[in-house]
């Protein structure tokens, strides 16, 4: 491979990624917000992918979530992410609602990839207004949540001293519904929501 060639996919790469990574923001935001974790004062509307997007105004909320999705820029570059879940749970500790997002990575891919930034940008449209969409059918959480977020990481990662290992925080009497997918060049991400399903 000639030098011009390993620069185009690592500029492949870091553009993947950050396109990942933002992606990912914006989605938590959104989630957190459609679902109630997070009351409606503590997000701002800003214009994204062509749709006005809901983030956190809330300083603690941010810096967790810059936290987080720094340490995941690091991991995706290397390889070493398999999926990002968005688990939200009642006080009780019982697990309510299971957003999955499985990451597939081409890191051997070039710059002729799968697709064009704008059909990036409609899969991401896509997914955003199916998870919208999806309030009309799941059930509703109880009155006070909590969510955490998991990373699937290879063995081998660095964990941040503040991370910790955890059980991978499954629905019990769970019903599956599969939503849209995006790609980039260099990865395609996959969505699920899982939740109870009394």
């Known amino acids: 491979m000639s030098v011009a060639q390993a620069e185009k ?12 990574v933002e992606f990912f923001g914006y989605a938590v935001n959104t989630l957190l917000y459609q679902r109630g974790v997070y ?72 710059g002729q990839g799968a697709g064009s930034d704008e059909t990036t940008q409609r899969g991401i449209q896509a997914i955003v207004k199916q998870v919208t969409a999806t309030q009309t059918f799941l059930p509703l959480l109880p009155d006070s949540c909590t969510f955490d977020l998991l990373v699937y ?14 059980d991978p925080k499954l629905v019990v009497n769970a019903t599956n ?14 969505t699920t929501v899982t939740y109870r399903g009394d």
């Open 39 to 110: 009351p409606p004062d503590c997000f701002t509307t800003v214009s994204k992918y062509k749709l006005q997007m809901l983030v956190t105004t809330d300083k603690g909320l941010k810096a967790y979530l810059g936290n987080v999705l720094q340490q995941l820029s690091e991991w995706l570059m290397k390889g070493m992410v398999q999926k990002l879940v968005l688990v939200i749970s009642g006080d009780d500790g019982e697990v309510a609602e299971r957003w999955q997002f499985d990451i597939d990575a081409d890191t051997t891919a070039s």
């Open 153 to 166: 990481a290879n063995s081998d990662a660095d964990v941040p001293m503040s991370w910790e290992l955890t």
């Open 177 to 190: 519904v599969k939503l849209r997918s995006f790609s980039t060049r260099v990865h395609k991400v996959d």
């Open 9 to 20: 996919q690592v500029i492949t790469l870091r553009g993947s990624v950050s396109t990942v």
